[in-house]
């Protein structure tokens, strides 16, 4: 495909078609990545993920100057799982970052809801596979929320800072054994507030008492984005982790996890759409909702029918 | 089953056995519940989403104390898709509502994400039956979030209440499409605070522009929960919307739409555990893996080859 070809030049119009073709469920888009799949394996994927108000864009705006330094190209994804409420929030922060925008080392793109959380994930998942098979050398994956959808896409990650800060309250920071288990790197930022020290410390004691022990040992860093202070610490250990991966083949152990993930969860899909279609098509599906309203039949019952009519077929 | 029979005659303790069942997905669960779907359909089903922060504890406190002057019974079910940051905040708020937990004609029950998002969204699906068949007359189901698992928790709901807050930020509470349209009544919490006619405003003029209006118009509604302003008039208009969905056989609409979509959702999930079982069985995975990871195949091919494989046999 020339559109492919186009943007592993670097075309960022091509780019951004590709991405529009994966996010749209084009009949192109499954050419396209099978075509750019080669080409994929080689980028750093960086996820970002903490409470609205941990200062996670400013700390993406720092973080990619810093790790420009060595002329990589960095790709910044900004998801945004949670628009029913926040919608607006994520995108607006990206079209402040007007500076990273005239880098041409640098390429941006905002995702939301589209659907279904699934669709978001697999989407997320594609865009990366695209970003890498175009030679970008890290790929940062930005949420804006706190919740499980969130999460899911952070996994994507090979690296995933956790951006905590002080005084958010409990409610929304209250930190869970499922944080602690996904962060390889943990920031307190905003660290000249009240109570940085405190965050620092509470983190670093549930760290202890993980139960679960790897040969990396997830630091707790201290930043202040806006000041441009802790960044390079940041980056340097971004590195490391990698370096870190790669030498103890839990790289390709975490990205054999995901591929299994992927396959499945693409398969599942599948299936989901031809039964969908295959009910509709025969027109069963209302005779079943009539007997079930009027309690002829319970939902359980009619699942077992409908498998035992597929395995006839 | 015994413990049915006991649950539906007011036993507190099988009840919550039966829920535990259905949240650990044992193998009697599905024989429950299909002893309890003729039972079920009699419950207004009460959804309550808000942003963190908007009082919507609180507010469900106040509301319940209100719906029990007509001596109905009524269960709250809490749930947290978003434990990985928020986990511990709603628990600790149903702990502090003692008095509710004092009155007989009250059940009260928490529920967090148990593996993946589609398991959490089944299992509220089932606790709803199970409390609509043990004579529940209002269902309450209060989400803690802002993303979109919780919207797809609170469709569930016969009427959804949205509640908003003044001076939130536009960080959490940005208001999009999608708010607008799952909301049958939008409170305005937390009334006494500067703002608050400006958020009614804002929803009043939203609303109306909202491109689909059908007979119920959403009202937007005031209220100060800690102080009990405002509360009979939720409770009244929640009524009203029961009748209006009664009447226009709305009700009866939705819940078929609802039955479809469950039918189709546990079918793949089945099929998809069906082949998972399959492929690990077969030792298949493994093999496919490899080729992936040197590259020698791509997932798209792949899961074309599964298919295959699959109308083979």
């Given at each position: 495909m020339e559109l492919v070809q186009r943007a592993r030049q670097g075309d960022y119009r091509a780019l951004a078609r590709l991405i529009t073709l994966v996010e749209n469920e084009e009949p192109e888009a499954v050419e396209a990545l099978q075509e750019l799949y080669p080409y994929t394996g080689k980028a750093q994927v960086i996820g970002i993920t903490g409470p609205p108000g941990s200062g996670k864009s400013t700390l993406t705006d720092k973080l990619v100057k810093e790790l420009r330094r060595d002329n990589k190209k960095v790709a910044i994804v900004a998801v945004d799982p949670?628009?029913?409420?926040?919608?607006g929030a994520i995108l607006g922060d990206r079209i402040r970052m007007s500076d990273l925008n005239l880098d041409e080392g640098v390429y941006i793109r905002s995702m939301g809801t589209r659907g279904s959380l699934g669709g978001l994930s697999a989407a997320t998942s594609a865009v990366i596979k695209i970003l890498d098979a175009c030679n970008f050398e890290y790929i940062i994956i930005e949420t804006v929320g706190v919740g499980q959808s969130e999460i899911d896409i952070v996994k994507m990650a090979d690296t995933t800072l956790v951006v905590m800060v002080p005084g958010l309250g409990d409610d929304i920071q209250a930190i869970k054994a499922g944080i602690l288990e996904i962060g390889d790197l943990f920031i307190v930022n905003k660290a000249d507030r009240d109570g940085a020290n405190r965050v620092v410390y509470e983190l670093k004691m549930m760290l202890e008492l993980k139960s679960e022990k790897s040969a990396w040992e997830p630091p707790v860093l201290m930043a202040i984005s806006d000041q441009n202070i802790g960044i390079k610490e940041i980056a340097d250990k971004i590195k490391e982790h990698f370096n870190y991966l790669v030498e103890s083949n839990y790289l390709e152990i975490k990205r054999r996890d995901r591929l299994e993930k992927e396959i499945l969860s693409i398969v599942s899909m599948k299936i989901y759409q031809q039964i969908v279609r295959k009910i509709k098509r025969e027109g069963k599906l209302k005779e079943y909702l009539d007997a079930l309203m009027k309690k002829e039949l319970d939902p359980y019952k009619l699942v077992k029918q409908i498998f035992a009519e597929m395995k006839d077929n």
């Amino acid at each position: 495909m020339e559109l492919v070809q186009r943007a592993r030049q670097g075309d960022y119009r091509a780019l951004a078609r590709l991405i529009t073709l994966v996010e749209n469920e084009e009949p192109e888009a499954v050419e396209a990545l099978q075509e750019l799949y080669p080409y994929t394996g080689k980028a750093q994927v960086i996820g970002i993920t903490g409470p609205p108000g941990s200062g996670k864009s400013t700390l993406t705006d720092k973080l990619v100057k810093e790790l420009r330094r060595d002329n990589k190209k960095v790709a910044i994804v900004a998801v945004d799982p949670t628009s029913p409420f926040t919608g607006g929030a994520i995108l607006g922060d990206r079209i402040r970052m007007s500076d990273l925008n005239l880098d041409e080392g640098v390429y941006i793109r905002s995702m939301g809801t589209r659907g279904s959380l699934g669709g978001l994930s697999a989407a997320t998942s594609a865009v990366i596979k695209i970003l890498d098979a175009c030679n970008f050398e890290y790929i940062i994956i930005e949420t804006v929320g706190v919740g499980q959808s969130e999460i899911d896409i952070v996994k994507m990650a090979d690296t995933t800072l956790v951006v905590m800060v002080p005084g958010l309250g409990d409610d929304i920071q209250a930190i869970k054994a499922g944080i602690l288990e996904i962060g390889d790197l943990f920031i307190v930022n905003k660290a000249d507030r009240d109570g940085a020290n405190r965050v620092v410390y509470e983190l670093k004691m549930m760290l202890e008492l993980k139960s679960e022990k790897s040969a990396w040992e997830p630091p707790v860093l201290m930043a202040i984005s806006d000041q441009n202070i802790g960044i390079k610490e940041i980056a340097d250990k971004i590195k490391e982790h990698f370096n870190y991966l790669v030498e103890s083949n839990y790289l390709e152990i975490k990205r054999r996890d995901r591929l299994e993930k992927e396959i499945l969860s693409i398969v599942s899909m599948k299936i989901y759409q031809q039964i969908v279609r295959k009910i509709k098509r025969e027109g069963k599906l209302k005779e079943y909702l009539d007997a079930l309203m009027k309690k002829e039949l319970d939902p359980y019952k009619l699942v077992k029918q409908i498998f035992a009519e597929m395995k006839d077929n």
